[in-house]
Every structure is written in structure tokens, then in C-alpha cells.
């Protein structure tokens, strides 16, 4: 058993006893690990049990955690001082290979988080098409940001509703919601009232809401939309960008946005975030331009350090390649456990990130397909494996990740544990 003293002290002084709601065991119940260290795929708690993490930091560690060379720089980096408040080499140089790396960058500004880039993007979005109105996906997340809180309202609305307390209604009154994965909904706002909307922000491959892949024309309709009606296109590329190809899903999927936010793997482990596009669009933010932005600690040097020595380690031959057969390897393995047990269960992959959906209703497309999936086979799944010492987002909305530390051995042990996790599923289900 986990000893919650560790939890029981920090909600004493933490809300929910955590710095973030998902860390909270909150969806599958129990306390949560505290842990201590990590190292290449696996985490070991503060009573020294080791896990196979398939979090990654939500996100961040792609290489796996205290990789050497990530140590190394950031160590060096430190020891000539740790802030300077000026221009310094690092930030031109992850600007200089950003924008090498992910087709649609032509200048970025790095800032200190996903929330913060989303935000300064739709900022940026607005600043330039004079225009006010925003178009979000269910189920798509950019950050806690006031304007991005929003759900679907009810059906008489053209708006979304705040999604949570303290947001103004008037914040979000210019937030629409449409269901992911359908185009033809998107297009009947445009030819309603293309000509107020700013952009439209969107996670080319969606990773907030377990991993639901963007269908056939969908990025192309939303493209297209932007461009007949002068709009912005903006991907949040902070989870896909560097896991699923080292141009981003952007890359993947040859669709050019106007703007696109980073954050996650470009910070290696330490906060960070980042936004760009277009220069002339980039050069309407202060000091060129008339949009404001900035940040104390933007572009870090011991954040650019650990993020350039990462986006280093990326770029060797066949990293994705090997992440991409992780990837294939696990989903194949749990989908035929699932079989094996009579468990009705999908499983999908994007290179670097997986889903799985305890689903009995065909392909997971948006939203509303996740929310009909099985929570209660979830917290099942999560619980058996966490006692084999595997460790799964402890949420059903969460997307699994993988690093290039994860090897056959790590997956084929997983798929081992998961079939006696699907087993007690489908006892409870009898
Ligand atoms: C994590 C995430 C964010 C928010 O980033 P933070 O650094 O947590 O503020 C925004 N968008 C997407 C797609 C994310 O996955």
C-alpha cells in the first residue's frame, strides 16, 4: 500500500494537495504516488518502488528523465548564473531552430508556458484581424487562459459557457465551440459570420482528450475555412510538436498554420512555452508592434539549455522511427490482450503518444465519444497496472506518452501486466 502520509502533509498546505488538478487521483481514486526520481523510462517513488512512466511529465521528457547530456548542459549552463533579464546566445539559438525545424516559423517569442504562449497567440490572433471572435474544439485544451475556458452551451447559444467559476461571461462571449472532427460544423459558422471570426485554435492531433487523431480533411477544412474568410489558423502544437515527428503534426500532415504554440519538449523538463508564424505577423507584437506582450523570465537560459539539448537528442537518425515502433508495439500488444479477455477497448497511436479508450461504440472521433467511454474500466486498468508498477495518467482523458528510454522490454512487460488488468475488467463486468 502507499503510505499517504506524503499526501495527507501536502493537503495541508496545497489545494487538493497538488500544484495541478490531473495529478489528483481525482478520476481514479486512491492516493496519489509521490515520487522521488527518475530515470531514462522509469519513476521510483518515495518508498524506492520503481514504474514504467507513461506520463513523461505530461509531456516534456521525450528522452526520458536525467538523460546525461540533458544533466550536462544545464549544469554548465547554471554555473555561469541562472538569469539575466537581457538578450543572452541560448534564446537565438532555440529561436534559430525552431523555426529550422517546424515548417511555419519564420520568428517566435518564447514565453514561460502552453497557457501563456495559447494566450499571447490569441492576442496576437485578435491584435491583427481586428476581430474578436475565436473558435475552439471540444475537448481540446490550450491552457487555463480566461478566453479558452469555455464549453459548448446549450444549443441556442452561438457562444460557449465558462467552464469554470470566475471567468466572466463576457470573456468568453466570443468563444465558440464545435465538436472535433467535424468540418461540416465549422463551415456553417464561417458562413454565418466568417467575417468576426479572428482564428480558430486547434490541436491538430487532440492529446487532452485521451489521443484522438484529425480525420481525413478536417485540418484541410479548417485551412481552407481561415483562408476564404481571412481568419488565422492557429495549432497548439504544445503536446504534438517534437513527439509526433520533429516538424510537428504540422509537418505530418503537410497543413500550414498562421500561427502555432509550442511549449513541453522545448523546455526539457523546465517551464517554458513559445509561439510563432510569419514574420509580419510576429512583428505586431511589442516592441515592432502595437500587441503586448511580455515575461520576467521568458527565454530562460537554463530552460533553453535543457530544451536545445533535448531538441539535440531528437534530431538523431531514427529517434522517431524507434519511438513510432514503441508506439506500434504497445497499441498492437494491448489490443490483443483486450481481445484475449473479451474486453471491448481501442487503442491508437501518434508516434511519441498513445489512447486508450475502453470504448464499445467504434473509432473515438471527438469529444462525446470519449465521454461515453467506460471510467469505471479505466480506474480498474489504471489500478492493476499501477500495482504491477506501471504508471498510467491516472485519468482516462489523458493521453499516454513514451520516450526513447522505453525499449521492448519496458512494452512487452506492460503488455504482460495488462492482460491480468483487462482480466479483472471483464470479471467486474460480468
Ligand atoms: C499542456 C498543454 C497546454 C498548456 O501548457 P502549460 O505549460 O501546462 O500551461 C496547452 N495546450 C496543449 C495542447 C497542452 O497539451
Same mark, same amino acid.
Given at each position: 500500500?502507499?503510505?499517504?502520509?506524503?499526501?495527507?502533509?501536502?493537503?495541508?498546505?496545497?489545494?487538493?494537495?497538488?500544484?495541478?488538478?490531473?495529478?489528483?487521483?481525482?478520476?481514479?481514486?486512491?492516493?496519489?504516488?509521490?515520487?522521488?526520481?527518475?530515470?531514462?523510462?522509469?519513476?521510483?517513488?518515495?518508498?524506492?518502488?520503481?514504474?514504467?512512466?507513461?506520463?513523461?511529465?505530461?509531456?516534456?521528457?521525450?528522452?526520458?528523465?536525467?538523460?546525461?547530456?540533458?544533466?550536462?548542459?544545464?549544469?554548465?549552463?547554471?554555473?555561469?548564473?541562472?538569469?539575466?533579464?537581457?538578450?543572452?546566445?541560448?534564446?537565438?539559438?532555440?529561436?534559430?531552430?525552431?523555426?529550422?525545424?517546424?515548417?511555419?516559423?519564420?520568428?517566435?517569442?518564447?514565453?514561460?508556458?502552453?497557457?501563456?504562449?495559447?494566450?499571447?497567440?490569441?492576442?496576437?490572433?485578435?491584435?491583427?484581424?481586428?476581430?474578436?471572435?475565436?473558435?475552439?474544439?471540444?475537448?481540446?485544451?490550450?491552457?487555463?487562459?480566461?478566453?479558452?475556458?469555455?464549453?459548448?452551451?446549450?444549443?441556442?447559444?452561438?457562444?460557449?459557457?465558462?467552464?469554470?467559476?470566475?471567468?466572466?461571461?463576457?470573456?468568453?462571449?466570443?468563444?465558440?465551440?464545435?465538436?472535433?472532427?467535424?468540418?461540416?460544423?465549422?463551415?456553417?459558422?464561417?458562413?454565418?459570420?466568417?467575417?468576426?471570426?479572428?482564428?480558430?485554435?486547434?490541436?491538430?492531433?487532440?492529446?487532452?482528450?485521451?489521443?484522438?487523431?484529425?480525420?481525413? /480533411? #478536417?485540418? =484541410? !477544412? @479548417?485551412? *481552407? &475555412?481561415?483562408? %476564404?474568410?481571412?481568419?488565422? $489558423?492557429?495549432?497548439?502544437?504544445?503536446?504534438?510538436?517534437?513527439?509526433?515527428?520533429?516538424?510537428?503534426?504540422?509537418?505530418?500532415?503537410?497543413?500550414?498554420?498562421?500561427?502555432?504554440?509550442?511549449?513541453?519538449?522545448?523546455?526539457?523538463?523546465?517551464?517554458?512555452?513559445?509561439?510563432?508564424?510569419?514574420?509580419?505577423?510576429?512583428?505586431?507584437?511589442?516592441?515592432?508592434?502595437?500587441?503586448?506582450?511580455?515575461?520576467?523570465?521568458?527565454?530562460?537560459?537554463?530552460?533553453?539549455?535543457?530544451?536545445?539539448?533535448?531538441?539535440?537528442?531528437?534530431?538523431?537518425? /531514427? #529517434?522517431? =522511427? !524507434? @519511438?513510432? *515502433? &514503441?508506439?506500434? %508495439?504497445?497499441?498492437?500488444? $494491448?489490443?490483443?490482450?483486450?481481445?484475449?479477455?473479451?474486453?471491448?477497448?481501442?487503442?491508437?497511436?501518434?508516434?511519441?503518444?498513445?489512447?486508450?479508450?475502453?470504448?464499445?461504440?467504434?473509432?473515438?472521433?471527438?469529444?462525446?465519444?470519449?465521454?461515453?467511454?467506460?471510467?469505471?474500466?479505466?480506474?480498474?486498468?489504471?489500478?492493476?497496472?499501477?500495482?504491477?508498477?506501471?504508471?498510467?495518467?491516472?485519468?482516462?482523458?489523458?493521453?499516454?506518452?513514451?520516450?526513447?528510454?522505453?525499449?521492448?522490454?519496458?512494452?512487452?512487460?506492460?503488455?504482460?501486466?495488462? /492482460?491480468?488488468?483487462?482480466?479483472?475488467?471483464?470479471?467486474?463486468?460480468?
Amino acid at each position: 500500500m502507499v503510505d499517504s502520509s506524503w499526501f495527507d502533509a501536502a493537503c495541508r498546505r496545497i489545494p487538493g494537495g497538488v500544484n495541478s488538478p490531473v495529478r489528483a487521483f481525482g478520476a481514479v481514486g486512491g492516493t496519489p504516488v509521490f515520487m522521488q526520481r527518475g530515470e531514462g523510462a522509469y519513476l521510483y517513488d518515495v518508498e524506492g518502488r520503481s514504474y514504467i512512466d507513461y506520463v513523461g511529465a505530461w509531456g516534456p521528457m521525450i528522452v526520458g528523465h536525467a538523460h546525461p547530456s540533458v544533466l550536462e548542459k544545464i549544469k554548465n549552463t547554471v554555473a555561469q548564473g541562472i538569469c539575466f533579464g537581457t538578450p543572452h546566445p541560448l534564446e537565438t539559438e532555440m529561436a534559430e531552430k525552431l523555426c529550422q525545424l517546424v515548417p511555419s516559423l519564420e520568428k517566435v517569442r518564447l514565453v514561460n508556458s502552453g497557457t501563456e504562449a495559447a494566450m499571447s497567440a490569441i492576442r496576437l490572433a485578435r491584435g491583427v484581424t481586428a476581430r474578436d471572435r475565436i473558435i475552439k474544439f471540444a475537448g481540446c485544451y490550450h491552457g487555463h487562459a480566461d478566453a479558452l475556458l469555455v464549453q459548448a452551451g446549450s444549443g441556442a447559444l452561438t457562444h460557449g459557457v465558462p467552464s469554470s467559476p470566475g471567468v466572466p461571461a463576457s470573456t468568453v462571449e466570443h468563444t465558440e465551440i464545435a465538436q472535433y472532427n467535424n468540418a461540416e460544423e465549422v463551415r456553417a459558422i464561417f458562413s454565418d459570420r466568417g467575417d468576426q471570426i479572428a482564428a480558430i485554435i486547434v490541436e491538430p492531433i487532440a492529446g487532452n482528450m485521451g489521443c484522438v487523431l484529425p480525420e481525413p /480533411g #478536417f485540418l =484541410e !477544412a @479548417l485551412r *481552407d &475555412c481561415c483562408d %476564404r474568410y481571412g481568419s488565422l $489558423l492557429i495549432f497548439d502544437e504544445v503536446m504534438t510538436g517534437f513527439r509526433v515527428g520533429p516538424g510537428g503534426a504540422q509537418q505530418r500532415f503537410g497543413i500550414t498554420p498562421d500561427l502555432t504554440v509550442l511549449g513541453k519538449i522545448i523546455g526539457g523538463g523546465l517551464p517554458v512555452g513559445a509561439f510563432g508564424g510569419r514574420a509580419e505577423l510576429m512583428e505586431q507584437l511589442a516592441p515592432l508592434g502595437p500587441v503586448y506582450q511580455a515575461g520576467t523570465l521568458s527565454g530562460n537560459p537554463v530552460t533553453m539549455a535543457a530544451g536545445l539539448a533535448t531538441l539535440d537528442l531528437i534530431g538523431q537518425d /531514427g #529517434f522517431y =522511427e !524507434a @519511438l513510432g *515502433d &514503441c508506439a506500434a %508495439r504497445l497499441v498492437q500488444g $494491448l489490443r490483443e490482450q483486450a481481445d484475449a479477455h473479451d474486453v471491448s477497448f481501442e487503442a491508437v497511436e501518434a508516434t511519441g503518444m498513445f489512447g486508450i479508450f475502453f470504448t464499445s461504440g467504434g473509432p473515438v472521433r471527438c469529444y462525446a465519444d470519449v465521454q461515453a467511454c467506460r471510467a469505471e474500466d479505466y480506474r480498474l486498468f489504471f489500478h492493476h497496472l499501477l500495482k504491477q508498477g506501471i504508471y498510467l495518467a491516472p485519468s482516462s482523458y489523458e493521453a499516454g506518452f513514451l520516450s526513447s528510454a522505453h525499449t521492448q522490454e519496458e512494452i512487452d512487460r506492460t503488455v504482460e501486466a495488462a /492482460g491480468t488488468a483487462f482480466d479483472a475488467v471483464r470479471h467486474e463486468n460480468q
